[in-house]
């Protein structure tokens, strides 16, 4: 009988180890080089089969000594381009960079439980692939889908933690069905006419047509969608004009749609040509052009009710409470989305939001920080659902 508990708390410290280095050396999307070195290392020391996969991924096979189903534990590496400001002890050595989304944590959680799961193999029936996804930003999941993640053995089901601070430390939260959102991003180019300030009249001012578009644009989500179905028109960044007397030429925008629709496919393109309505119609009135781009990104995340229940029994045994659970659904984007579109799938978010600990500053802020007191719990969580999932014969 395996004392998950025990052999957690005797890796915590390497546990916390491994994610402060993570967290120093953060690293871009597709640009995850060290890490997945160490990744790669980590888990042929272990003995598992190992290999890289879409670029920088690593997945490591942990066959069972009884045949069965293949499970797939999920941790995603990349960081974002934010500049620290935590001023913690081990904040990040790459300049412009930091792991402020939580994925650090979700490494050195896998890396862990993939310890203590390879010294049981004797008693898991099937196959565990120990998947560390690249660039989840920008959805890397696809591309280890296309070259062939849930093949070779076929992949029966896929389980991943997000830690999270806008939930207090010691919550879970878990629903089913969709519970995070489908994302699109766009590039949107408006064209003028440069000119002189002190002459409007003999240039088109490209400035003025995108502050009335930024503003209409956001009359879609309250004018024209159903307000049960949630919807997130965000303008990210703006840039336009090189001085304060010249008319500028263009004005470059960018920003995400996100949206939690029952159709998504079918919505997301009404969703999609009312964006484009608004903007073609401003841009005829105001007499400039445009360019707009769409980016694909992820679909929504589909919580499978039986893996909510595998989680749901996980987390009593943890954290031995049953009224920690919080119905939470988000509209962030995550490309864990991939896999829950293909195989029985379920991520859940262990809270992370503690005052004291000063670890409750919203993901990407340059402050955000995890309370490691909560890393335990998620290795702790990824064996037990997936010792249970593998071991059930239904």
């Given at each position: ?11 915590e410290?390497?546990l ?21 070195k160490i990744?790669?290392?980590?888990l042929n020391?272990?003995?598992?089969e190992v290999?890289k ?5 690593v997945?490591?096979?942990l ?14 590496m ?5 500049t620290?400001k ?13 792991h402020a989304c939580?994925?650090d ?7 862990i ?11 898991i029936?099937?196959?565990?692939k120990f ?19 849930l093949?070779?053995p076929k992949?029966?089901g896929a ?10 430390s010691?919550?879970i939260?878990?629903?089913e ?7 699109e ?14 002459s409007?009249h ?8 995108s502050?009335?578009?930024i503003?209409?644009l ?7 969608i159903d ?16 001085g304060r007397?010249i008319i ?8 995400t749609?996100?949206?939690?629709f029952k ?11 009312k964006?484009?309505r608004?903007?073609?119609?401003i ?6 052009k445009?360019?707009l ?9 589909l919580n ?9 029994k996980?987390?009593?045994e ?5 009224d920690?659970?919080?119905?939470y659904?988000?509209m962030?984007?995550?490309d864990f989305?991939?896999f ?5 799938s379920v991520?859940y978010?262990?809270?992370?939001g503690?005052e004291e ?6 993901h990407?802020?340059s402050?955000f920080?995890l ?5 335990k ?13 593998l071991n059930n014969?239904?």
């Open positions: 009988m395996i004392n998950i508990k025990q052999e957690v708390e005797a890796l410290e390497e916390i180890d491994l994610r402060r280095d993570f967290h120093m050396h953060p690293e871009l999307g597709f640009q995850e080089f060290r890490t997945s990744i790669y290392e980590y020391n272990l003995g598992l290999k996969i879409a670029k920088t991924g997945v490591g096979l066959k069972g000594e009884k045949p069965g189903k293949t499970l797939i534990l999920r941790a995603d990349d960081a974002l381009p934010v620290e935590t001023g913690l002890d081990y904040a990040s050595v790459n300049k412009g960079l930091m939580g994925h944590g979700h490494i050195a959680m896998l890396l439980a993939a310890k203590i799961l390879v010294n049981h193999k004797g008693q029936s099937g196959n565990i998947v560390f996804q690249p660039n989840e930003e920008e959805a890397g999941a696809l591309d280890m889908i296309k070259e062939g993640v093949e070779d992949v029966d389980f991943a933690i997000h830690l999270w601070t806008p939930l207090k010691g919550e939260g878990l629903a069905g969709p519970v995070m959102g489908a994302l991003e766009f590039e949107l180019t408006i064209m003028g006419k440069a000119g002189h300030t002190g409007p003999e240039a088109i001012d490209p400035i003025l047509a502050t009335n578009i503003q209409t956001q009359s879609i989500q309250t004018r024209e307000p049960l179905l949630p919807t997130v028109i965000m303008i990210g960044k703006i840039n336009g004009g090189t007397n500028a030429d263009k004005v470059e925008i960018g920003g749609i996100r949206f939690l159709d998504e496919e079918k919505e997301k393109g009404i969703l999609l040509e964006f484009e608004v903007i073609k119609g841009c005829e009135a105001m007499n400039v445009y360019k781009d769409f980016i694909p990104s992820n679909p929504a995340l499978n009710q039986d893996m909510v229940n595998y989680v749901r996980a987390s009593i943890t954290f031995g409470v049953d920690n659970f919080v119905k659904r988000s962030a984007g995550e989305a991939e829950s579109q293909r195989v029985p991520l978010f262990i809270g992370n503690n600990k000063e670890t409750n500053y919203p990407h802020h402050k920080n309370d490691e007191d909560t890393l719990y998620g290795v702790e969580m990824h064996i037990r659902t997936a010792i249970a999932f014969k239904n």
